[in-house]
């Protein structure tokens, strides 16, 4: 009842049905839009008056005046050379933090230190202000000085040559170059010149920057190396897969800084590696925030590329960068570490893929992984959700860790793969290494999810008939198996889990899962006693398409008879553990003496498995039984990874920088099925830029060769490698090295 | 070159140009879904054989049946009353962990301890599962348990009543019941009955949660209570909102649940505070996952509610949950947090909302909140990019951080206003306030950017003709100047500064600020010499429409004569300091003779700001200026919040429960200009659900009178409280309290 004639509207209202767009305008909220943008360019006056001017600046003549500016960007001046940068394929100067660079100035009449005010300004971004670092001067003489220190190095007639010292902490980026001279009535400037843009990245070569790593070799490796091995397969049948991570090929370094454009990363935090190595696990997949790569583990690859068929980085990141900013499909984890390795090099910060053989992928974040038997020991399929990865990559790069207590700076976990960790989010790091060989996981980023992945115990549950789970056998080796990185400078591995955990079995190991659990990791208290009889799971190499044995071997270590009642599957399973079909399935009853040992073979036939493999070929094997006179439990497993056909990779010509060669790709079809819609792909870093090609149909027992030219760009030993990918046939890899001569 | 006939293409496989959808399958990634909503049901079998049975299940009447099973849900029973959740309007039970509750289950026959065996099953989510704590069966045997125990109250006849205790850490949401009957066949199951579903909730009465609140007055202030008071304005004028949390109103608790399934979260993290807070931070605003509420701090909001006239949480949550999740529009910073204080109230969370005066909103993350001035002292606005907000209203809640070391557990800071935090991320918290406090922000999560609200300096800079920035002066105390809440149990308010912060100027604080730099906080440290002239504003307060003076007081300290030229400009600003239009720009020359003292006057008309005022009325006065003798800077800030007219709430009639009384709203329009559109809400906790008004205009001088009648749901001292809002008038508001007799 309102006691006024105006007319009224009683229903309330509702909550619109049109979504509200997600960008609403920072009007009221924040002053000016955010400097997150390295390629929007801010606006700089040619003339900035001290003074209202209605007539426009006067005649300037008598000041001093620009002739030419250059920034001696050539790979073989001074400049390229002393900061590392001279192989990046760039038309632009490019140099590190915290190093002097040289510019030469011409000037339209000698320089006078006395009465000549100039200043070299720096801009970077829409929007430059000092006190961001979006803008800086930088003076010639001591006296006058701002955050980055300038000199003149050398004075001749017209030319002064001047030396620039970015300071340690600036954004890292492209920025803008002016020369901005002082007069009475007002700065006079250069005019936009694109000539004179200069990259400034991370300097691990300098003490004051925080990525330095006071280690020549790793440098070459982990900042400069285009070569990469990535490892794969089972952690006692590795296979290797090498990957032109191309941190220096054309357009990359654009490609990069376009990331952090993308996610609206402020500039004024690109200074920070903390912050950008962070952005860029989030960034690289496509989950949240349209990043890079979108993952798929699904087998079906129709609409992109199968994430086995990559060779390189150099493909994706130009796709991303060139289809302003469009997913690209479809990656798995070695491909996300792979592209976060050349992002990471390609700015400056040292970094390396690493692969965790048998990585713990728990949603919930406590450190178990949960497999259910029923009553009799059988696998509980339905029941059993946590899934193993054969293996996991991500990658390490190396950074102070200011934001930290002291001891924690060093490698630094960072993980772009998208996974369920506990803080929902899809970006994962840096999480520092010491921090989680100690069990210190609170401090951040994301310690307690990477700690699980290496640190989690197996746990195998009886389910009573009333539903209860009971704690049968606790397996505390088994993940975290095996940490592998490439060796430094030359193709080995280098085993690293010592970096990541204490021996198995240590006391220091005991006192760091307890430390972890005073930070909420649950673990697994119940040991339950250890059966007096053991199954072990062997079997030898296998090749894809051949009948195999796998051999059970049993221990009895009792001095009575035992009886095992043994359930033995075999499943083809994905690389991350998660199971597709079953190729065989046995229930052996065995028999054994006081003390005796015994062998059971099974079986597995070709035909068994070929029409249900999947990706990478694995075969995971799981051996469950119940003694019967004891009622224990008994549990084995084991990955087997078979080994298929490989590429032949011969490179013809003499090995020359520019002289034309040639390198021809062999494969033969060694099924009786034919291979269909085949990709092939072939590059070579620093030698040949990635070709693709495409066979709609490769016949049983047929070849085929295929030839490219080439020449390469620069001298040294790299490797030239080819993928072949289908459908039916993931992954066939071929690889040759080669030695190119000045 | 092929040397084969088979067709090729040798095109390269672009990226895709068709967005791919963002959801790809978990098909080869993970074992079967995720268990991420309470809202799927899983299947659970009626009953489930033990071994193979082709004829299906046998006659079992020999054995145990169930005829009835009694939650005791009402009100006024056991369950409600113990677990302090009486007050929800529900109709089903609720109960709080780790404390027993009580159920009746009637057999077929007297329950026989020795022979029958039973268990009460608890189920939720779509996939059940006794290790990750979605499937829990409770047995009433001593000899038999499970994580959660349970036993035989009382057995009379064949009604046994069952003490039930969920573990201290169990997922918090909302269960099924069953009832198992193990016969040697199979389980036998009750049929799924939605009567005997059950919600449990944090319990911060019990010792052994992680919320427990070892004060009863505080639970009942910030768990109980649903009439909340929010502070704003200006620190040296602070005003007061009323604000209905509503956490028991019908739905609510629903709608708090559905937030978390709407996030994805998986259930087995939902028992988890830390995970469970830092998730809803994230899922109140829309930015980056369609959240609850879209901000918008333009002014314009034609398309939904706006921010200043929202008087309740229900409304807000209702249309979220009923649009199945479309973001509602639209809120800022006081809204997040009153909304967010629903969701954590209403989970048995407790909480409060706070507000900090003159908050710092720095996009960078260092200690810097930066104000330029040109060579004479005069504001430079182009060139001011940081904005500091009057006030910025955030929730704390208070848990143990079984995730940190100890000492940081109690009060912990979440924030659900999307700010561009460092991190990149529109999520914020939970921040321990004493690491806070003690400047130990390398601990989860984001406490830099906290400390930073409470501690940045403001710099002002005096910048150079070459273009370089001078720090002229640096005001330690102006940032975090004071943060608020509602006291305990009385509509007073509680100063908390000190629980965030030292004394200014004390030995601690210098230590804590210390110790925020070594983690990376950047301060200035220049501390440039005072001023020996000293500037001041004062001014009375000030109604809206009204002229009014501001005072310049002028103090010289120095034995010589002092000559200041001064710039003082007005200007209308957001809540955020952000500025609008410019009300008034002066610049008197003052001549102060030795150890004087002096006052300059400015008029402010109302015809200068009336047409230029935004949302909250806000006019902030910068002086600054130079003394001619000395070259020296002076500065002076002030934010004058513009007092506006009330409405008038009455309520009349008997306030006794269910009675029906009548509560009119009255206003007049004083203004020479008629409102438009104008909305209209009045709510008041536990006695008047929100209803709403639309008056389409109000004439200059006329009066409109609202009247509506309702019937109080529950006895006690209450408010109830209306807000009037149109573009022209943001936030009038009125109140009045009545107390409800039984």
């Given at each position: ?174 920025y803008m170059t002016y020369i901005g001279v002082e007069t009475p009535y007002g700065i006079r400037r250069t005019r936009r010149d694109p000539n004179t843009d200069i990259y400034i990245l991370f300097n691990p070569w300098s003490p004051a920057d925080p990525v330095f790593l006071d280690d020549e070799e790793e440098r070459e490796e982990c900042v ?279 021996p198995e079995g240590s006391p220091e190991e005991r006192r760091v899962l307890e430390k972890a659990e005073e930070f909420g990791c649950q673990r697994e208290k119940s040991s339950p006693a250890l059966s007096d009889v053991d199954v072990e799971i062997h079997s030898l190499d296998v090749n894809v398409g051949e009948n195999f044995d796998v051999t ?191």
């Amino acid at each position: 009842m309102a006691d006024q004639v105006a007319p009224e509207n009683p229903t309330p209202a509702a909550a619109p049905t049109v979504r509200p767009k997600q960008r609403v305008s920072h009007r009221g909220r924040s002053a000016g839009g955010r400097a997150s943008s390295n390629q929007q360019e801010g606006k700089v006056e040619e003339f900035e008056p001290f003074m209202l001017m209605p007539r426009g600046p006067p005649p300037l003549t008598e000041y001093l005046d620009i002739f030419d500016v250059d920034v001696l960007k050539q790979p073989n001046e001074v400049n390229k050379q002393a900061h590392h940068t001279h192989l990046y394929s760039s038309n632009f100067l490019i140099v590190r933090r915290a190093q002097e660079f040289q510019i030469k100035i011409t000037f339209n009449r000698p320089y006078k230190p006395a009465e000549d005010k100039f200043a070299v300004e720096f801009v970077i971004g829409p929007v430059p202000q000092y006190s961001k670092g979006t803008y800086i001067p930088v003076f010639p003489t001591a006296k006058r000085q701002s955050v980055w220190s300038g000199r003149v190095i050398e004075s001749s007639e017209n030319v002064v040559t001047m030396g620039i010292t970015p300071s340690a902490e600036c954004i890292v980026g492209k920025y803008m170059t002016y020369i901005g001279v002082e007069t009475p009535y007002g700065i006079r400037r250069t005019r936009r010149d694109p000539n004179t843009d200069i990259y400034i990245l991370f300097n691990p070569w300098s003490p004051a920057d925080p990525v330095f790593l006071d280690d020549e070799e790793e440098r070459e490796e982990c900042v400069m190396n285009e070569l990469g091995i990535i490892y794969h397969g089972a952690y006692d049948d590795v296979s290797e897969r090498a990957w032109n991570y191309g941190q220096f090929e054309f357009g990359v370094l654009d490609a990069c800084l376009f990331v952090m454009d993308k996610a609206d990363m402020p500039l004024s935090n690109r200074g920070d590696v903390v912050k950008v190595t962070r952005v860029a696990s989030a960034m690289l997949n496509s989950r949240d925030d349209d990043g890079v790569l979108v993952g798929n583990w699904s087998g079906d690859y129709m609409y992109g590329v199968p994430p086995t068929s990559w060779t390189g980085s150099v493909e994706i990141l130009l796709d991303h960068a060139n289809s302003s900013g469009t997913p690209v499909c479809y990656a798995q984890c070695w491909v996300y570490a792979a592209v976060f390795n050349t992002f990471l090099r390609c700015l400056g910060i040292p970094s390396r893929v690493v692969t965790n053989f048998f990585s713990a992928h728990d949603n919930d974040g406590n450190l178990k992984m949960d497999i259910i038997l029923d009553e009799n020991g059988k696998l509980d399929r339905n029941r059993t959700k946590d899934s193993i990865w054969n293996y996991h990559c991500w990658n390490e790069c190396y950074m102070a860790r200011p934001d930290l207590p002291s001891g924690f700076g060093g490698w630094q976990v960072v993980d772009a793969t998208p996974q369920e960790t506990s803080d929902g989010m899809f970006r994962c790091g840096p999480a520092s290494v010491a921090a989680i060989k100690h069990g210190q996981i609170c401090y951040p980023f994301d310690a307690p999810f990477v700690f699980a992945e290496v640190n989690s115990d197996v746990v195998f549950y009886r389910r009573r008939k009333d539903g209860i789970l009971e704690v049968v056998k606790v397996n505390q080796t088994h993940v975290g198996r095996m940490v592998l990185t490439k060796a430094v400078l030359h193709s080995g591995r280098r085993d690293i889990t010592n970096q990541y955990k204490f021996p198995e079995g240590s006391p220091e190991e005991r006192r760091v899962l307890e430390k972890a659990e005073e930070f909420g990791c649950q673990r697994e208290k119940s040991s339950p006693a250890l059966s007096d009889v053991d199954v072990e799971i062997h079997s030898l190499d296998v090749n894809v398409g051949e009948n195999f044995d796998v051999t059970l071997q049993f221990t009895n270590r009792s001095d009575q008879r035992r009886t095992a009642d043994v359930y033995i599957t075999g499943t083809v399973v994905y690389y991350t553990g998660v199971p597709s079909g079953e190729v065989v399935f046995k229930t052996p009853k065995v028999k054994l003496e006081p003390m005796q040992s015994k062998e059971e073979k099974v079986l597995v036939r070709s035909e068994d498995y070929m029409n249900k493999l999947v990706e990478q070929r694995n075969i995971h094997f799981i051996a469950t039984g119940k003694i019967k006179e004891t009622g224990q439990i008994i549990t084995a497993m084991k990955v087997i990874a078979m080994h298929h056909p490989k590429l032949t990779v011969k490179v013809t010509g003499s090995p020359r920088v520019s002289e034309e060669m040639y390198v021809s790709v062999e494969f033969t079809n060694p099924f009786k099925f034919s291979l269909e819609n085949v990709d092939l792909r072939v590059e070579g870093p620093g030698v040949l830029p990635f070709k693709y090609k495409q066979y709609s149909v490769i016949a049983p027992g047929t070849s085929i060769t295929w030839t490219e030219a080439f020449s390469p760009r620069r001298a040294g030993s790299t490797k030239v490698f080819a993928k072949l990918d289908c459908a039916a046939l993931r992954q066939v890899y071929g690889e040759t090295e080669l030695t190119v001569q000045e």
